[in-house]
């Protein structure tokens, strides 16, 4: 078994943050551990409150986990301001975790802020340098590099600029822009491009948590980035396609259909 480990926000509403991230590990056939950074009050309609923890706390679930258990890879979520970004780099680099998967969560699918505007330049400069892959969705690279994102080329412009900034890989995902649902991935060297149809649903409640957390567990199974990338578009396409309405607003991804479809327990 492989070990992973996400450090993120708790989603109350178990679609998004932490809650997706330990589904997708299992789901994929890992073990998944969770060091959380912020508690979310939220449900499909929007996130209501917000509190972050202190930084010492933040620290002490790292620094426990890496001193007694292997980690085989670790995704980032939501780390919504600059001092607690700053200790996690330096837990990271402190215990030399590899296999970094960091998605820079800004703003909900609900529109709430869930990074600080005055704590970006920190997730750059901080985390992305120690990341294997980082892993923007098309508001977020727009944000990153203060410049519009309009089509499949601009997003390959924005990789190679994002790569610049300290990342071994950087996939711009497309889940924003109209049409085929494209991803960029580019390699220093090489773009990779994976297009699935779009699905038609409302329910895409945390796809950016779920996507990023596939290619954790699928870089800590040994997948190399361009495995890991194809492994993970497979899981999202097939967790949208399963998604689900619960509450009034935005439903969740359905992480176990398969195991669920095999034991009768759907159609
Ligand atoms: N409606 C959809 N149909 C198929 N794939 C989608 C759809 N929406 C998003 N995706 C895919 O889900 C993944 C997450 O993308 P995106 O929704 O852009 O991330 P985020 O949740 O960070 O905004 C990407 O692989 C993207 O291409
Ligand atoms: C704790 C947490 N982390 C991440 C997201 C982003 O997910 P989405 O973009 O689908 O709202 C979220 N809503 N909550």
């Given at each position: 078994m492989k070990n992973v480990l996400t450090i993120a926000g708790s989603d109350s509403c178990g679609g998004a943050g932490i809650q997706a991230d330990i589904k997708t590990f299992s789901a994929l056939g890992t073990y998944g551990m969770s060091v959380i950074t912020a508690i979310t009050a939220q449900n499909t309609m929007g996130v209501f409150k917000v509190t972050e923890l202190e930084e010492e706390i933040v620290a002490a679930q790292i620094n426990c986990i890496y001193e007694d258990i292997k980690v085989d890879a670790v995704k980032i979520g939501m780390v919504s301001n600059s001092i607690i970004i700053k200790t996690i780099a330096q837990c990271l680099r402190k215990h030399a975790a590899k296999n970094i998967v960091i998605d820079?969560?800004?703003?909900?699918?609900?529109?709430?802020?869930?990074?600080?505007?005055?704590?970006c330049e920190a997730l750059v400069s901080f985390l992305f340098p120690l990341a294997q892959v980082v892993t923007p969705n098309i508001p977020e690279a727009e944000v990153i590099l203060g410049k519009r994102i309009q089509n499949v080329e601009h997003m390959q412009e924005a990789a190679v600029a994002i790569h610049k900034m300290g990342p071994a890989n950087v996939i711009v995902k497309?889940?924003?822009?109209?049409g085929d649902a494209v991803d960029v991935l580019f390699d220093g060297q090489k773009f990779t491009l994976l297009s699935d149809v779009r699905i038609?649903?409302?329910?895409?409640?945390g796809t950016g948590c779920t996507f990023s957390s596939a290619i954790a567990a699928s870089l800590a199974k040994g997948f190399n980035i361009r495995e890991a990338f194809g492994a993970a578009k497979e899981y999202i396409h097939g967790a949208i396609e399963n998604s689900f309405s619960i509450g009034q607003g935005v439903g969740p991804t359905h992480h176990f259909y398969s195991l669920y479809k095999r034991a009768g327990l759907v159609d």
């Amino acid at each position: 078994m492989k070990n992973v480990l996400t450090i993120a926000g708790s989603d109350s509403c178990g679609g998004a943050g932490i809650q997706a991230d330990i589904k997708t590990f299992s789901a994929l056939g890992t073990y998944g551990m969770s060091v959380i950074t912020a508690i979310t009050a939220q449900n499909t309609m929007g996130v209501f409150k917000v509190t972050e923890l202190e930084e010492e706390i933040v620290a002490a679930q790292i620094n426990c986990i890496y001193e007694d258990i292997k980690v085989d890879a670790v995704k980032i979520g939501m780390v919504s301001n600059s001092i607690i970004i700053k200790t996690i780099a330096q837990c990271l680099r402190k215990h030399a975790a590899k296999n970094i998967v960091i998605d820079p969560v800004m703003v909900s699918k609900s529109k709430y802020k869930l990074l600080r505007p005055e704590a970006c330049e920190a997730l750059v400069s901080f985390l992305f340098p120690l990341a294997q892959v980082v892993t923007p969705n098309i508001p977020e690279a727009e944000v990153i590099l203060g410049k519009r994102i309009q089509n499949v080329e601009h997003m390959q412009e924005a990789a190679v600029a994002i790569h610049k900034m300290g990342p071994a890989n950087v996939i711009v995902k497309g889940g924003h822009l109209p049409g085929d649902a494209v991803d960029v991935l580019f390699d220093g060297q090489k773009f990779t491009l994976l297009s699935d149809v779009r699905i038609a649903t409302k329910n895409t409640h945390g796809t950016g948590c779920t996507f990023s957390s596939a290619i954790a567990a699928s870089l800590a199974k040994g997948f190399n980035i361009r495995e890991a990338f194809g492994a993970a578009k497979e899981y999202i396409h097939g967790a949208i396609e399963n998604s689900f309405s619960i509450g009034q607003g935005v439903g969740p991804t359905h992480h176990f259909y398969s195991l669920y479809k095999r034991a009768g327990l759907v159609d």
